[in-house]
């Protein structure tokens, strides 16, 4: 059985926590839900309400992602991986160069 130390598993926590909190793309992605969406929150308890419903949400997200991939980490082979970031690159590029395209036609 593998041991598990807490203190740098708290540690790991607490860093990525911090990240995400202060990773540009998720301030910019509440922005525009707030101005896209004309999301209005006013007072505490709304305040309240809305964070506390960011937060479970993210933290379901997260424990589903993170349940997967401990699922399927063992069963998926080394050239498999390989081959799904290839076909990841390929959709990314292809959409990056759509994107480019509309942007100047």
Not at 22 to 42: C, H, K, Q, S
Not at 61 to 68: E, F, I, M
Not at 75 to 103: E, M
Request: glycine share 10%; proline share 1%; aromatic share 16%.
């Amino acid at each position: 059985m593998v041991q598990i130390d807490h203190k740098l598993l708290f540690g790991v926590y607490v860093s990525t926590f911090f990240l995400t909190l202060t990773n540009p793309a998720t301030i910019l992605d509440f922005m525009a839900l707030f101005t896209g969406l004309r999301i209005d929150v006013t007072g505490y308890t709304q305040g309240l309400n809305f964070v506390s419903g960011v937060f479970i949400g993210s933290a379901i997200w997260w424990l589903l992602l993170c349940g997967a991939v401990g699922i399927f980490r063992k069963k998926i082979s080394n050239r498999l991986i390989l081959w799904i970031n290839y076909v990841a690159g390929v959709a990314i590029c292809s959409f990056g160069t759509w994107a480019l395209i509309k942007a100047f036609l």
